[in-house]
Protein backbone atom coordinates (compact mmCIF):
# COMPACT_ATOMS: atom_id res chain seq x y z
CA UNK A 1 0.00 0.00 0.00
CA UNK A 2 1.25 3.64 -0.22
CA UNK A 3 1.46 5.65 2.99
CA UNK A 4 -1.76 7.09 2.48
CA UNK A 5 -3.26 4.06 1.89
CA UNK A 6 -1.94 3.00 4.93
CA UNK A 7 -2.49 6.32 6.76
CA UNK A 8 -6.35 5.62 5.82
CA UNK A 9 -6.52 2.04 7.00
CA UNK A 10 -5.16 2.45 10.48
CA UNK A 11 -7.76 5.39 11.04
CA UNK A 12 -9.24 3.62 13.64
CA UNK A 13 -12.06 6.54 13.95
CA UNK A 14 -12.90 5.48 10.13
CA UNK A 15 -12.88 1.46 10.66
CA UNK A 16 -15.75 2.39 13.97
CA UNK A 17 -17.84 4.57 11.81
CA UNK A 18 -17.77 1.94 9.51
CA UNK A 19 -18.92 -0.73 11.66
CA UNK A 20 -21.45 1.14 13.56
CA UNK A 21 -22.79 3.03 10.15
CA UNK A 22 -23.04 6.37 11.35
CA UNK A 23 -21.14 9.32 11.98
CA UNK A 24 -19.77 11.83 12.52
CA UNK A 25 -16.62 11.78 10.88
CA UNK A 26 -14.10 14.31 8.90
CA UNK A 27 -11.02 14.49 6.69
CA UNK A 28 -9.32 17.62 8.74
CA UNK A 29 -6.76 19.34 6.78
CA UNK A 30 -3.53 20.09 8.43
CA UNK A 31 -4.91 23.88 8.76
CA UNK A 32 -7.96 22.57 10.86
CA UNK A 33 -10.52 22.95 7.87
CA UNK A 34 -12.61 19.70 8.16
CA UNK A 35 -14.82 18.06 5.77
CA UNK A 36 -17.58 15.80 6.80
CA UNK A 37 -17.65 12.40 5.59
CA UNK A 38 -21.38 10.78 4.71
CA UNK A 39 -20.84 7.71 6.73
CA UNK A 40 -24.23 7.11 7.40
CA UNK A 41 -25.17 7.59 3.57
CA UNK A 42 -22.41 5.31 2.33
CA UNK A 43 -23.37 2.44 4.74
CA UNK A 44 -26.65 2.68 3.22
CA UNK A 45 -28.44 0.31 0.22
CA UNK A 46 -27.88 2.09 -3.19
CA UNK A 47 -29.98 5.32 -3.30
CA UNK A 48 -31.91 6.81 -6.52
CA UNK A 49 -28.57 8.97 -7.40
CA UNK A 50 -26.66 6.05 -7.00
CA UNK A 51 -28.70 3.55 -9.18
CA UNK A 52 -28.74 6.40 -11.86
CA UNK A 53 -25.44 6.09 -11.87
CA UNK A 54 -24.96 2.51 -11.73
CA UNK A 55 -27.08 2.35 -14.83
CA UNK A 56 -24.44 4.00 -16.90
CA UNK A 57 -22.10 0.92 -16.03
CA UNK A 58 -20.84 -1.49 -18.77
CA UNK A 59 -19.62 -4.88 -18.53
CA UNK A 60 -16.98 -5.83 -16.12
CA UNK A 61 -17.35 -3.47 -13.00
CA UNK A 62 -14.22 -2.49 -10.72
CA UNK A 63 -15.31 -0.09 -7.72
CA UNK A 64 -12.25 1.99 -6.24
CA UNK A 65 -12.32 2.94 -2.52
CA UNK A 66 -15.38 0.75 -2.53
CA UNK A 67 -15.99 1.61 1.07
CA UNK A 68 -19.08 -0.35 2.77
CA UNK A 69 -19.84 -1.54 -0.25
CA UNK A 70 -23.33 -0.27 -1.40
CA UNK A 71 -22.73 0.07 -4.89
CA UNK A 72 -20.68 -3.23 -5.22
CA UNK A 73 -23.90 -5.16 -3.93
CA UNK A 74 -26.42 -3.61 -6.07
CA UNK A 75 -24.58 -4.62 -9.11
CA UNK A 76 -24.09 -7.97 -7.56
CA UNK A 77 -27.47 -8.15 -7.11
CA UNK A 78 -28.14 -6.82 -10.52
CA UNK A 79 -25.94 -10.14 -11.73
CA UNK A 80 -23.07 -7.90 -12.87
CA UNK A 81 -19.84 -9.12 -12.88
CA UNK A 82 -18.50 -6.46 -10.05
CA UNK A 83 -15.28 -6.01 -7.61
CA UNK A 84 -14.88 -3.59 -4.97
CA UNK A 85 -11.45 -3.21 -3.77
CA UNK A 86 -10.90 -0.43 -0.50
CA UNK A 87 -7.55 -0.42 1.71
CA UNK A 88 -9.55 -0.93 4.80
CA UNK A 89 -10.79 -4.43 6.33
CA UNK A 90 -13.49 -3.21 8.13
CA UNK A 91 -14.40 -1.77 4.29
CA UNK A 92 -13.99 -5.05 2.88
CA UNK A 93 -15.83 -6.83 5.76
CA UNK A 94 -19.06 -4.67 5.10
CA UNK A 95 -18.63 -5.13 1.07
CA UNK A 96 -18.93 -9.08 1.87
CA UNK A 97 -21.52 -8.98 4.45
CA UNK A 98 -23.83 -7.24 1.77
CA UNK A 99 -23.36 -9.71 -0.89
CA UNK A 100 -20.82 -7.52 -2.67
CA UNK A 101 -16.80 -9.38 -3.78
CA UNK A 102 -14.32 -7.38 -2.14
CA UNK A 103 -10.56 -7.47 -1.97
CA UNK A 104 -8.02 -5.07 0.57
CA UNK A 105 -6.07 -3.75 -1.86
CA UNK A 106 -4.64 0.09 -2.77
CA UNK A 107 -5.44 0.81 -6.89
CA UNK A 108 -1.68 1.45 -6.73
CA UNK A 109 -0.73 -1.75 -6.36
CA UNK A 110 -1.37 -4.86 -8.41
CA UNK A 111 -4.81 -6.23 -9.24
CA UNK A 112 -7.13 -8.61 -10.80
CA UNK A 113 -7.65 -8.09 -14.27
CA UNK A 114 -5.64 -5.44 -15.97
CA UNK A 115 -6.23 -3.97 -18.81
CA UNK A 116 -9.37 -5.44 -18.76
CA UNK A 117 -12.07 -3.94 -16.65
CA UNK A 118 -15.40 -2.32 -18.75
CA UNK A 119 -15.71 0.14 -16.64
CA UNK A 120 -14.04 1.89 -13.03
CA UNK A 121 -16.29 3.77 -10.84
CA UNK A 122 -14.36 6.37 -8.63
CA UNK A 123 -17.25 7.68 -6.54
CA UNK A 124 -17.39 9.37 -3.14
CA UNK A 125 -14.70 11.27 -3.33
CA UNK A 126 -12.27 8.85 -4.62
CA UNK A 127 -11.35 10.90 -7.37
CA UNK A 128 -9.03 12.16 -4.60
CA UNK A 129 -6.87 9.12 -3.79
CA UNK A 130 -3.41 9.53 -3.74
CA UNK A 131 -3.38 13.39 -3.93
CA UNK A 132 -2.44 13.69 -7.25
CA UNK A 133 -4.98 12.70 -10.11
CA UNK A 134 -3.04 12.85 -12.94
CA UNK A 135 -1.07 10.18 -11.67
CA UNK A 136 -4.66 8.22 -10.31
CA UNK A 137 -6.28 8.47 -14.14
CA UNK A 138 -3.04 6.99 -15.28
CA UNK A 139 -3.44 4.11 -13.14
CA UNK A 140 -6.68 3.96 -13.82
CA UNK A 141 -6.63 4.18 -17.61
CA UNK A 142 -3.92 0.74 -17.13
CA UNK A 143 -6.67 -1.05 -15.34
CA UNK A 144 -9.12 -0.40 -18.33
CA UNK A 145 -9.96 -1.89 -21.10
CA UNK A 146 -9.13 -0.06 -24.22
CA UNK A 147 -11.87 2.44 -24.89
CA UNK A 148 -13.22 1.63 -21.23
CA UNK A 149 -14.91 3.74 -19.25
CA UNK A 150 -14.66 5.84 -16.04
CA UNK A 151 -17.36 7.52 -13.94
CA UNK A 152 -15.85 10.03 -11.36
CA UNK A 153 -18.00 11.85 -8.78
CA UNK A 154 -16.50 15.30 -8.16
CA UNK A 155 -16.91 18.22 -6.40
CA UNK A 156 -19.18 21.06 -7.21
CA UNK A 157 -17.35 24.22 -9.11
CA UNK A 158 -14.27 24.80 -9.30
CA UNK A 159 -12.52 23.16 -7.32
CA UNK A 160 -8.63 21.76 -7.42
CA UNK A 161 -7.32 21.64 -4.00
CA UNK A 162 -4.45 19.41 -3.21
CA UNK A 163 -3.61 18.67 0.75
CA UNK A 164 -2.64 16.50 3.54
CA UNK A 165 -5.58 15.34 5.54
CA UNK A 166 -6.24 13.13 8.30
CA UNK A 167 -9.61 11.10 9.76
CA UNK A 168 -11.24 12.43 12.75
CA UNK A 169 -14.49 11.41 14.74
CA UNK A 170 -14.95 14.69 16.79
CA UNK A 171 -14.56 18.62 15.48
CA UNK A 172 -11.96 18.78 17.82
CA UNK A 173 -9.55 16.11 16.01
CA UNK A 174 -8.88 14.37 19.35
CA UNK A 175 -9.10 10.57 18.48
CA UNK A 176 -7.37 11.08 15.28
CA UNK A 177 -5.18 8.29 14.15
CA UNK A 178 -2.89 7.79 11.91
CA UNK A 179 -0.31 9.86 10.01
CA UNK A 180 -1.26 12.49 7.54
CA UNK A 181 -1.94 11.32 3.74
CA UNK A 182 -2.26 12.92 0.38
CA UNK A 183 -5.80 13.82 -1.23
CA UNK A 184 -7.38 15.99 -3.65
CA UNK A 185 -10.88 17.17 -4.03
CA UNK A 186 -11.84 18.25 -7.92
CA UNK A 187 -14.65 19.79 -9.76
CA UNK A 188 -15.40 18.70 -13.09
CA UNK A 189 -13.75 21.25 -14.61
CA UNK A 190 -10.14 21.02 -12.33
CA UNK A 191 -11.08 16.62 -13.89
CA UNK A 192 -12.04 17.82 -17.51
CA UNK A 193 -8.48 19.61 -17.64
CA UNK A 194 -5.98 16.68 -15.82
CA UNK A 195 -8.33 13.98 -18.07
CA UNK A 196 -7.77 15.84 -21.61
CA UNK A 197 -4.20 16.01 -20.72
CA UNK A 198 -3.96 12.53 -20.51
CA UNK A 199 -5.86 11.53 -23.15
CA UNK A 200 -9.13 10.90 -21.75
CA UNK A 201 -12.24 12.05 -23.92
CA UNK A 202 -14.81 13.18 -22.38
CA UNK A 203 -18.67 11.99 -23.28
CA UNK A 204 -20.57 13.03 -20.12
CA UNK A 205 -21.15 15.25 -17.16
CA UNK A 206 -24.22 15.68 -15.14
CA UNK A 207 -25.50 16.46 -11.38
CA UNK A 208 -28.29 14.44 -9.16
CA UNK A 209 -29.30 14.95 -5.24
CA UNK A 210 -26.53 17.95 -4.93
CA UNK A 211 -23.17 15.60 -6.24
CA UNK A 212 -21.99 15.93 -9.37
CA UNK A 213 -20.42 13.29 -11.85
CA UNK A 214 -17.80 12.93 -15.25
CA UNK A 215 -17.82 9.78 -17.47
CA UNK A 216 -14.90 9.55 -19.71
CA UNK A 217 -13.53 7.11 -21.54
CA UNK A 218 -9.63 5.74 -22.74
CA UNK A 219 -8.08 6.04 -25.82
CA UNK A 220 -9.21 3.26 -27.72
CA UNK A 221 -5.94 1.82 -28.82
CA UNK A 222 -3.06 1.62 -26.17
CA UNK A 223 -0.48 3.72 -27.15
CA UNK A 224 2.38 1.38 -26.11
CA UNK A 225 2.63 -2.45 -25.94
CA UNK A 226 0.56 -4.23 -23.69
CA UNK A 227 0.25 -7.78 -22.48
CA UNK A 228 -3.53 -7.64 -21.12
CA UNK A 229 -6.19 -9.90 -22.86
CA UNK A 230 -8.38 -9.14 -25.63
CA UNK A 231 -11.46 -7.58 -23.48
CA UNK A 232 -13.78 -10.39 -22.53
CA UNK A 233 -17.76 -10.29 -21.83
CA UNK A 234 -16.88 -11.08 -17.86
CA UNK A 235 -13.47 -10.35 -16.53
CA UNK A 236 -11.40 -13.23 -14.59
CA UNK A 237 -11.01 -11.53 -11.17
CA UNK A 238 -8.22 -13.38 -9.34
CA UNK A 239 -6.30 -12.77 -6.19
CA UNK A 240 -4.81 -14.34 -3.56
CA UNK A 241 -6.93 -12.52 -0.83
CA UNK A 242 -10.46 -12.14 -2.68
CA UNK A 243 -13.30 -12.76 -0.27
CA UNK A 244 -16.38 -14.12 -1.03
CA UNK A 245 -15.44 -16.80 -3.76
CA UNK A 246 -17.83 -19.33 -4.75
CA UNK A 247 -18.12 -22.45 -7.42
CA UNK A 248 -19.83 -19.93 -9.63
CA UNK A 249 -17.81 -16.77 -8.63
CA UNK A 250 -15.67 -15.05 -11.79
CA UNK A 251 -13.42 -14.86 -8.73
CA UNK A 252 -10.19 -17.54 -8.26
CA UNK A 253 -8.09 -18.05 -5.84
CA UNK A 254 -3.68 -17.93 -7.00
Request: glycine share 12%; hydrophobic share 40%; with cysteine.
Given at each position: ????S??WA???P ?6 S ?6 L ?15 C?R ?10 R?E????DV??G???L ?6 R ?6 I??S??AV ?12 RS???P??G ?6 V??M????G ?6 A ?6 A??RPG???I???V???V ?8 V?T??G?R ?17 R ?5 G ?11 R ?6 TR??RST???A?P ?6 I ?9 G ?5 D?
Amino acid sequence: MTGGSVAWAAADPYSAALRSGRGPLFLRRTDGWLLPLEVERWCARADAVDRAVLDRCEGAVLDVGCGPGRLVAELAARGRTVLGIDVSEAAVDHTVRLGGQALRRSVFEPLPGEGRWDTVLLMDGNIGIGGEPAALLQRVAALLRPGGLLIAETVPGHVDERARVQVVDTVAGARTAGAPFPWARLGTPALLRYARRAGWRPVAQWSAGGRCFAALRTRSTRSTSSSAEPPKRTAVISSQRVRKPSGESPVADR
